[in-house]
C-alpha cells in the first residue's frame, strides 16, 4: 500500500472542498471495498478525506409517503429498519443476501454503490485491465470470464457490477443525491451507473469532488416486491445473476411491473423490454417467459457465460410466478415482510 495524507471532515462541505483541493484523492465511507484495492495496489489515492462520522446516518420518510436513506447508514441498519422490511421488502432482501453481518454492520450505503467490480484482471495490478488502466486491454474477454457480463458490455470491457442493493433499487425507481462543488443534483439509480462503452473506467456519473449525500425511494409501489439471487454457493458469494422484482396482478392481468437483473452487465441491468411486454399481459407462466425472453434477447455471452442467459430467464420466471402466485388482485409492496 502507498503512503498517503489523512483527513477527516467534519461536514459535507469540508469534504467536498478538500477533495476538491486534492484531484488524486477519494472519499473513505465504510472502507470495505476501498481499503482492499489500496492493499492490492489497484486504488493508490494520495488523500483519504474521511467521510464516515459525517449526520448522513438517518432512515427518515419524505412526502409522499418514501424514504431518505441516508449515505452513511449502515447496510445491517437499512436492511432492519421497520419501514424498509415492511414496504420495500426486496431492498431488505438484497442487502442481507449480499454479504456478511461483519462487512454489512460497517459497510454504508453510498459506499455499496460505488463498489467496484469483482473481475480477477481488475484486481490483479500483473495483469492488464482497461479499467483499472484505460487503453491496456481486457484479457477477460479470452480468458476467465464465466461470472461476467451478457448484456450491455464492449470489446473494453465485460465487467459487472457486484451491488445486490443496487439491483433493488434499480426496480423500486430510486434516486441518488448528489453534492459537489457546483451544488446539489439528483440521479435516478437506474442512470447513475454506465455501462463500460470505450470509457470503463467510469462506473459511474459522479464528477469530481461529487459525494453521494443519500439515496431518495418514491412511495412505494402497488404489488408485492422481492429480491432472489442465484451464485455458486448459499453462503456469501457475489449474484451470477439475481432479479428484483415489484409485481401487481389486478383479475389475473399485470397492472404494473418493474423488474431488474443483476450480475448480467456493467450496471444493474433494469430489464424494460420485459416490463413492456407485461403490463397489460395475463399473470401466467407463458407471458412471464416471452418477456424474459424478449429482455435477453440482447444478450451477448461470451465462450464460458451463455449459461447465464437461461439462469436468468429461468430466475425471473420464477420470481415472477411466485409473486403472482402471492399478491392476489389487490396486493400491496407493503404487506409483504423481508425474511
Known sequence: MRAFAYTRAGGVDEAIAALAASPGGMFLGGGTNLVDLMKLGVASPALLVDIG???????RETPGGGLRIGANVRNSDLAAHPAVRTRYPALSQAVLAGA??????TATTGGNLLQRTRCLYFQDVAKPCNK????????????????????????????????DMAVALAALDAVVHLQGPGGERTVPLCDFHRLPGDEPHRDTV???????VAVGLPAPPAGRSVYRK????????????????VLDVRAGVVEDVRLAFGGLAHKPWRARAAEEALRGAPATEESFVRAAEAELAAAEPLRDNGFKVPLARNLAVRVLSDLAT????????????AP
Not at 462520522?53 to 432512515?59: A, C, D, I, K, Q
Not at 459522479?206 to 453521494?212: G, N, T
Not at 402471492?326 to 415482510?337: F, L, M, V
Open 132 to 163: 483499472r488502466e484505460p487503453g491496456s486491454g481486457c484479457p477477460a474477454r479470452e480468458g476467465v470470464h464465466r461470472d461476467l457480463a451478457v448484456l450491455g458490455h464492449s470489446p473494453a470491457c465485460v465487467a459487472t457490477h457486484p451491488s
Open 53 to 59: 462520522r459525517l449526520p448522513l446516518t438517518e432512515v
Open 206 to 212: 459522479i464528477e469530481p469532488a461529487e459525494l453521494v
Open 230 to 245: 442465484a451464485r455458486d454457493r448459499a453462503s456469501y458469494a457475489f449474484a451470477l445473476a439475481s432479479v428484483a422484482a
Open 326 to 337: 402471492e399478491t392476489g388482485e389487490t396486493g400491496n409492496a407493503g404487506e409483504a415482510t
Open 100 to 105: 456478511s453481518g461483519q462487512i454489512r454492520n
